[in-house]
């Protein structure tokens, strides 16, 4: 397992060793030990999420402020371009964010800690999302940052002009009036 360091701490590029041959490919896409060596810190997943969005739909920016996840994301079919935001008043880099191409393809893996508003966009004609949760899904805490806030300036792939949302994302508040972390 390769760890790849983003622009902001502790949000990190997992690269699986990958073994492959003329009959396909295997890899581990989690290890507890290697995973926990990774981050620096024991992580607990207690729920894993499956989905699946047509191209074009964007996901996002979504965070509990209750209850906050970590997350390990990856896709297993089609590509998406990936966000993490650092919603942490108290940081250096708040109000930042990396973006990056998650794909089958490239079989990379973003894990995004607590404190961060997290979003995709499909870029292919489908794709299939993966991703393990440090907390339980609270709905009642889910809060959501408008994914074209210009306060954060996500320089989204050029289809993003024009992206499928869903009520609640189309309803999303700006940073600047946001329920944040300390």
Request: overall charge negative; charged content about 25%.
């Amino acid at each position: 397992m390769k760890v790849i360091p983003t622009a902001i701490p502790g949000v990190l590029i997992i690269e699986p060793k990958v073994f492959g041959d003329e009959r396909g490919f295997f890899f581990e896409s989690f290890n507890r030990r290697q995973f926990t060596e990774c981050i620096g810190r024991e992580v607990y997943f207690c729920q894993d999420n499956h989905s699946r969005s047509a191209k074009n739909v964007l996901r996002g920016l979504h965070y509990q402020i209750q209850q906050p996840q970590g997350k390990l994301v990856r896709v297993v079919q089609g590509a998406v371009f990936d966000v993490a935001v650092d919603i942490r008043k108290s940081s250096p880099t708040f109000g930042q964010y990396v973006g990056m191409e998650l794909s089958a393809d490239n079989k990379r893996m973003l894990w995004i800690p607590e404190g961060f508003a997290h979003g995709f966009m499909v870029l292919t004609d489908s794709a299939e999302f993966l991703y393990k949760t440090t907390d339980y899904y609270a709905p009642e805490f889910e809060r959501s940052i408008a994914w074209n806030d210009p306060a954060i300036g996500i320089q989204w792939p050029s289809v993003a002009e024009s992206p499928i949302l869903s009520v609640k994302d189309q309803q999303a508040k700006l940073l600047a009036e946001a329920e944040l972390f300390a």
